[in-house]
C-alpha cells in the first residue's frame, strides 16, 4: 500500500475499532447496571450513533484501500472485503435492528403480560450486538491484512 493511504487506513480503521469496542462494552455495562428499562431510552439514540460513525470510518477505510493499492494482492483483498462486510453489518444494524427493536420495546412496555414480545426484543438485542461484534471483527482482520504491507 501507498503513502499516505496505509496511514490513512490505519488510523480509519484504528478509530472505527476503538468506537466499535468501546460501544459495545458500554452499551453492556449500561444494560447491566440501569436495566433495559432505564437504558434503553438513552441506547436507542447512542446506538445508531455508533453504528453511522462506522458505516462512515468504514466507507474511509474502504476509499483509502482503494486509492493506495499498489497492486491487487490477497491481504489487499481480504483487507477491502472485510471493510465492505463490515460496513453491511453495521448498516444492518442501523437500519433494520434498531427500528425493530425499538417496536420491540413499545410493544413489550403496552403488553408486559406477553412474554413473546419480551423474547423478540431480546433475540432483536443479541442481533444488533452481534453485528457490531462482526464489524469490530472484520475491522481487526482488515487491519490484521493490511498492516504488514506497510513494513
Not at 433475540?123 to 482488515?142: D, E, I, P, Q
Request: hydrophobic share 60%; aromatic share 12%.
Amino acid at each position: 500500500m501507498s503513502e499516505p493511504w496505509g496511514s490513512v487506513f490505519l488510523v480509519v480503521a484504528g478509530g472505527w475499532a476503538g468506537v466499535l469496542g468501546f460501544g459495545i462494552v458500554g452499551i453492556a455495562l449500561r444494560v447491566k447496571r440501569a436495566g433495559i428499562e432505564r437504558a434503553w431510552p438513552a441506547l436507542r439514540v447512542w446506538a445508531p450513533w455508533l453504528d453511522l460513525y462506522g458505516t462512515w470510518a468504514g466507507a474511509l477505510a474502504v476509499a483509502a484501500l482503494a486509492l493506495g493499492r499498489v497492486g491487487i494482492g490477497a491481504g489487499w483483498a481480504v483487507a477491502m472485503v472485510s471493510c465492505a462486510l463490515g460496513v453491511t453489518a453495521g448498516l444492518y444494524g442501523r437500519a433494520v435492528l434498531m427500528p425493530s427493536l425499538d417496536a420491540a420495546f413499545k410493544r413489550m412496555r403496552a403488553a408486559p403480560d406477553e412474554s413473546k414480545w419480551a423474547e423478540e426484543w431480546e433475540f432483536l438485542w443479541r442481533m444488533a450486538t452481534a453485528a457490531r461484534a462482526l464489524s469490530l471483527l472484520l475491522t481487526g482482520v482488515a487491519i490484521a491484512c493490511i498492516a504488514p504491507l506497510l513494513w
